[in-house]
């Protein structure tokens, strides 16, 4: 069945980039807004600058969501589109990791559809749902995902975001009746935990060969590129950065509540340029820093790194802001 979603997405995409080019530019904006780029900037302007619940919720949904769609990756282990064709582009950045399911279509739904769940105007939920709808269908156009990719990304993302919704609260409400370190212990041996099973996933998975035509094909396309499909650094990022906005959380409100809201229109563009700022500097600047060897240094260093960036955008930049006076805590 896969293999004949495959072929038919082929010739699918083959009809698309040969007769609808045009569109190349406007799918890359609909993908951009499924990168790491975009929500590394979206999410800290929401904490910051909108509604720090909110953002937060979104943070800690999309590394769920992410790290869930690294397990699948690699347990179903099927291959992008111009992996097994030539005769299809990859119009957008390098792939190498798998194809099977669609990790920008699950975490659109994970993070426009939990948005569009806490907003309450009509129209601005239809247009999350066509953000949805697009960002999946541009996956598909710029052939680095199959149909049956995005149509299991979006049947998981559904699926993780109904999950999510019904025991967010919960596990919330838990952790609030806990004392800050023990809080900060609890998310962090969870941080561990799906970590762990991550890894314990690919060490099984990764003995299975996979057919050379797929790494000629990649290499043909991207001859500067790494293929690195059983690759633990995306299951780090997404673990290290989901502990580091629950330990922010958890030191913001030892300080008192955010005001996001509040603040005249400059302080919020000070917020938004220093707390990028921040957020650059840890992520480019420990990164050029720390080795890559892909040894358990270079790994433990990568998920200190995105812990600081959780950290930073859920609790430093906050107080920060406030002792600058660039924002208050709620009353």
Not at 105 to 115: I, R
Not at 289 to 304: E, I, Q, T
Request: hydrophobic residues 55%; glycine residues 8%; proline residues 4%.
């Amino acid at each position: 069945m896969l293999d004949l979603l495959l072929r038919i997405s082929i010739d699918v995409i083959a009809f698309l980039q040969s007769q609808l080019a045009f569109l190349t530019p406007l799918m890359r904006i609909f993908t951009f807004l499924g990168d790491e780029e975009f929500y590394l900037l979206i999410m800290p302007f929401l904490v910051w600058s909108v509604d720090y619940r909110l953002g937060m919720r979104l943070g800690v949904s999309l590394m769920l969501s992410g790290t869930i769609n690294s397990y699948f990756k690699v347990i179903i282990r099927q291959p992008r589109p111009y992996w097994i064709s030539t005769e299809i582009k990859n119009l957008a950045s390098p792939m190498g990791s798998f194809g099977l399911p669609s990790g920008h279509s699950q975490n659109a739904v994970a993070v426009f559809g939990l948005l569009a769940t806490a907003v309450k105007k009509t129209w601005v939920r239809i247009f999350l749902v066509v953000t949805i709808i697009m960002v999946a269908l541009s996956r598909l156009f710029l052939g680095v995902h199959s149909i049956a990719d995005i149509v299991l990304g979006l049947a998981m993302g559904a699926l993780f975001l109904w999950i999510f919704v019904r025991v967010e609260k919960r596990v919330a409400d838990y952790l609030n009746r806990q004392q800050p370190s023990k809080q900060l212990l609890l998310v962090f041996t969870f941080s561990l935990i799906l970590l762990f099973m991550g890894a314990l996933i690919i060490d099984f998975y990764q003995r299975f060969p996979f057919p050379d035509l797929w790494l000629e094909n990649f290499r043909s396309a991207h001859p500067m590129a790494e293929m690195e499909p059983f690759s633990i650094e995306g299951l780090i990022t997404t673990t290290a950065t989901l502990f580091g906005l629950a330990a922010g959380s958890i030191l913001m409100r030892s300080n008192g509540d955010y005001d996001a809201s509040a603040g005249k229109v400059w302080q919020h563009l000070f917020r938004f340029v220093i707390g990028i700022a921040g957020v650059v500097l840890i992520w480019k600047g420990l990164g050029d820093l720390f080795p890559r060897n892909g040894d358990c240094l270079s790994h433990s260093l990568r998920y200190v790194r995105y812990a600081l960036i959780g950290v930073w955008i859920t609790g430093f930049a906050p107080l920060l802001f406030i002792k600058a006076k660039l924002a208050q805590s709620k009353p």
